[in-house]
């Protein structure tokens, strides 16, 4: 059945649009589970025109975080070792500030800064005149009180843990949900974030910056006219009500730290979320037919007379050898010094010439997404490197590598050499090509079940590796590896006792043990293997968003792998029309 939608599948493909040839394969895959009626009316219901995501929506709004509860009468704030009334505005962002004084962060300079300036101002004039040296400040006693109820909470008992739980899941049924086309789906994120103190990724210049609270005047919602429109939290109202169907977010508001604008989606499994993944995949595949054609452009566009056109020429190249982030421009000061391609500076690279192998490198050290340090040492064709000399001459090393070249007019240009070509769709590409062609080098049939997961981590590390997605290793790294190691010994104990035993009463049942011990120990060796390796990298990324889950659950099929060993339960929601129509012969 499965091998008759995929085929099917490519007939449709010129024939409508991907949204039609998903949702047309999810209403054959579902042909066992869905009475002949039913299945007739849905896929009438989801024929919808270009730019229509659905006819109806219905939901319960946002979940807003509880109101702040004032401190006890024995919790005090103390000035210049004067014991302080705060008003509930100051005491509430004191507070936010007391929670965090086991972490770094408030040791840090621009962190302490940007606090003070925003906590002054939720602070009366009284208190302005008062509080004007943070050094001055004792949070002790709120900090003591913070500690209390996290230590509280860790043990509770059983029954306390159950009330809890019951609780959380009748906030679930009630703001979970959503009726989409009069089927039920989940809610993504249907929780609005308490208000605190911003950190962001490595050294932002906001951090310690106040997160306000959200309130309902501040809220988009958005739903189907037909509907009940969601009913504000008493005493409030929704900043506006939409009817827009073109999208796909339930609720919107703008954060008051960058003034970017946070949604309420629908949960990754849903029919919407799977098939943007699929185009998404589709669109990356596609370009494995035209990737020889726009690579020789781009190698003849680094002769070009026009420097705008060589510019974008080797920042393709980078894009596409490297997997490297185009970039987006931002204003200066609003978020951490991080860059990607587009948005190079002459002081990120380094160019080295060997005159003895002929050789050219270029040596890469910026930071990228997330703060995470991008160093590489690449080399690199000859009229690369030339054009990067070029591109260097009377320049500072604050000014831009390419400076006649922006995000926008790299994909505009990708664009047009296939349509729905952007730089991320190489990165997604070159991260599934790579997954596939490392499955195949690394994996053999013959191999044992924690061999074959080793090789598929190791592939998934090497695409990790090419999209520079690092970690810090986690904190309990040499305890857990010390616990692990200590349990390799004992089972190496084990064994040459069974070996010994063995040889004294040469008994089936003997056999049976070295056996069963023997494959303990290779188990717990390869997990020793793995987890070392992948100290430093994080692989949840690339597997979740770049690489086309078809590729894993084909691996799978053949390595005769269960996919649970590979996604865990939320992950197999996410890809399940991965799951459901993927063969084994399945090739990116």
Request: glycine share 4%; with cysteine; aromatic share 10%.
């Amino acid at each position: 059945m499965l091998i008759f939608v995929y085929e099917y599948l490519n007939l449709l493909v010129h024939k409508f649009s991907s949204l039609h040839v998903f949702l047309y394969a999810i209403s054959i895959l579902s042909v066992s589970r869905v009475p002949a009626a039913q299945r007739r009316k849905i896929r009438d219901e989801e024929k919808y025109e270009d730019g229509v995501k659905w006819k109806f929506l219905e939901h319960k709004g946002p979940f807003f975080p509880p109101e702040y509860q004032p401190l006890p009468d024995n919790v005090n704030f103390y000035y210049g070792g004067k014991k302080v009334k705060l008003s509930p505005a100051a005491e509430e962002v004191a507070l936010y500030f007391a929670q965090m004084l086991d972490h770094e962060y408030t040791t840090k300079k621009v962190f302490r800064e940007n606090f003070f300036k925003d906590w002054r101002k939720e602070m009366t004039h009284e208190e302005r005149s008062l509080i004007k040296d943070l050094d001055k400040c004792d949070f002790g006693e709120l900090h003591a009180m913070h500690k209390a109820k996290v230590e509280a909470r860790k043990n509770m008992t059983k029954e306390e843990k159950l009330v809890l739980k019951e609780a959380n899941l009748k906030i679930v049924d009630e703001y979970g949900f959503c009726l989409l086309d009069h089927h039920k789906e989940r809610i993504g994120n249907f929780k609005i974030e308490p208000p605190g103190l911003f950190r962001g990724r490595g050294e932002h210049p906001k951090q310690g910056m106040l997160k306000k609270r959200i309130q309902p005047e501040d809220v988009i919602i958005n739903c189907s006219r037909e509907s009940s429109v969601p009913v504000p939290p008493a005493g409030h109202r929704w900043k506006e009500v939409r009817h827009d169907n073109s999208v796909t977010w339930l609720a919107s508001w703008t954060e008051n730290i960058q003034g970017s604008i946070k949604y309420i989606m629908l949960n990754a499994n849903s029919k919407l979320k799977g098939e943007k993944d699929w185009e998404k995949y589709e669109v990356a595949r596609k370009l494995k037919s035209c990737v020889d054609d726009i690579r020789n452009q781009y190698n003849q566009d680094l002769k070009s007379k026009e420097m705008g056109t060589r510019q974008r020429a080797v920042a393709l190249y980078f894009i596409d050898k490297l997997a490297l982030r185009a970039g987006n421009e931002k204003e200066e000061g609003e978020t951490a010094d991080t860059v990607g391609c587009c948005s190079l500076r002459v002081e990120h690279i380094t160019l080295h010439e060997k005159l003895e192998g002929n050789e050219c490198v270029v040596e890469f050290d910026f930071l990228g997404k997330d703060s995470i340090r991008y160093y590489n040492k690449v080399p690199v064709v000859r009229k690369v490197f030339k054009n990067l000399k070029l591109f260097l001459v009377n320049k500072q090393p604050g000014d831009d590598l390419f400076d006649r070249l922006n995000t926008a007019m790299l994909n505009k240009h990708l664009s047009s050499l296939m349509p729905g070509l952007t730089a991320k769709v190489f990165r997604t590409y070159n991260a599934s090509i790579t997954l596939q062609q490392q499955l195949k080098e690394l994996t053999n049939k013959s191999d044992n079940m924690a061999e074959k997961l080793l090789s598929y981590n190791r592939a998934n590390r090497a695409v990790a590796i090419l999209c520079n997605h690092q970690r810090a290793p986690p904190k309990t790294f040499d305890q857990s590896m010390a616990n692990l190691q200590a349990k390799i010994d004992a089972r190496k104990e084990t064994l040459a006792l069974a070996k010994t035993e063995l040889k004294q009463a040469k008994k089936e049942r003997k056999k049976a043990a070295v056996k069963r011990c023997e494959e303990q120990l290779l188990k717990m060796e390869v997990q020793a293997t793995d987890r070392e390796e992948n100290k430093q990298i994080a692989l949840g990324t690339s597997k979740l968003n770049y690489l086309d889950p078809r590729i894993s659950v084909a691996w799978c099929k053949n390595m005769e792998v269960p996919v649970d060993k590979i996604y865990n339960k939320s992950q197999r929601d996410k890809f399940a029309w991965a799951i459901d129509m993927t063969e084994e012969d399945f090739e990116f």
